[in-house]
């Protein structure tokens, strides 16, 4: 494996969290201000923002749908 494979691994991997932390937030009830807020903050702390937006939780959590079958 050489720079230029590693390289194009840590983009995929950036994209890959960046689009994990979206998911996430689309689930969480916030302004779309917020919602912007927390997308660029994890997209401007390479590798660790995306976590930083996980752990913190902002929002709440959106309301549960009355089609979703509960356990």
Known sequence: MNGHDL???LI???FAMYAL???YLRRRQMSFGAFAFWGIL???IPAFGPFFVIVIKP????????HT???
Do not use: E, I
């Open 42 to 44: 994890a997209m401007f």
């Open 21 to 23: 932390v979206v998911a």
């Open 69 to 71: 079958p509960r356990r």
């Open 12 to 14: 995929f991997f950036l």
């Open 59 to 66: 929002g709440r959590p959106a309301a549960l749908s009355a």
């Open 7 to 9: 390289h194009l691994l």
